[in-house]
Structures are given as C-alpha cells and as structure tokens.
C-alpha cells in the first residue's frame, strides 16, 4: 500500500502551466517593451522618455519576476530547500530592485518637469502595492 508521504509528486499538468505562465509574461514584458519603444518613443533615463521607464520596470519587477519568485516552490519542488529558499529570495530582490527603480524614474522625472508626486489614486495604490510588498518581503 504505497501512500505517497516519501517524495513530493509533481501534478502530470503543472510543467504546462508554467511553460504557459512564462510564455504569457514574457509576452507581456515584450508587449509593453513594444508599446513604449514603438507608441512612447522608446525610453531612456534623462529627458521626457524618463517616464516611460516606469511602466516597464514595473512590468518586469512586480509581475514577471514576482510571478516566477512564487512559483519556485512548486516548479524546483525535489531540489534542496536551501537552493529553493535562495533562488525564491533572489528572484525577489530582484524585483523588489527592479520595482524601485520604476518608482525612482517615476519620482525624479515628476521633479525634473515639476509635476506634483502621489496626485492620483493609480499612485496612492501603487505606493501602497510597494509597501506591502516589501513589508511583506521582511516578515518572512
């Protein structure tokens, strides 16, 4: 009577659900990579494309890389917990640094033009999503 307690299975479905939650986030960072080059005039750290670095990091760092740093446990599930812990911390400072500098363009580009900071409610929300997030990162 095997009971299935010893190793970890994996579900037969679960390497095609993260082929397709990769495909689909790299397509989205590719998409909004493609909006800004082609629609925003592409981007760059000085000057009015200064903005457009936020969209992108923000892309990169809070849905991709947060998606993948979630999805550690699961898809590395027979490896050794420390190499999991550790590819999981690294893929979330990561994003959490790529999420800071989307925030950073954001706040110095506002300066530069002389835009008020924290005007919209998309702002307040998005402040208050890196919050959590790294208050989140810190309890762990």
């Known amino acids: 009577m095997e009971s299935g307690a010893g190793a970890a299975s994996t579900p037969r ?21 493609a909006w800004l080059g082609l629609y925003r005039g592409g981007i760059a750290w000085e000057g009015a494309l200064q903005f457009n670095v936020h969209p992108l990091c923000m ?31 690294l893929l979330h400072v990561f994003a959490f640094v790529i999420a800071l500098v989307g925030l950073v363009a954001v706040f110095d580009y506002h300066k530069k033009e002389g835009y008020a900071d924290l005007y919209s409610l998309h ?18």
Request: aromatic share 12%.
């Open 123 to 140: 702002s307040w929300c998005g402040i208050l999503v890196f919050a959590l997030y790294f208050v989140q990162g810190r309890l762990q």
């Open 13 to 33: 479905a679960l390497p095609y659900f993260v082929a397709s939650s990769q495909l689909l986030g790299l397509t989205v960072v590719a998409m909004t990579g």
């Open 59 to 89: 892309v990169i760092g809070l849905v991709f890389l947060q998606g993948d740093a979630l999805l550690v446990y699961r898809v590395f599930r027979n490896e050794a917990k420390r190499t999991t812990k550790v590819l999981h911390g």
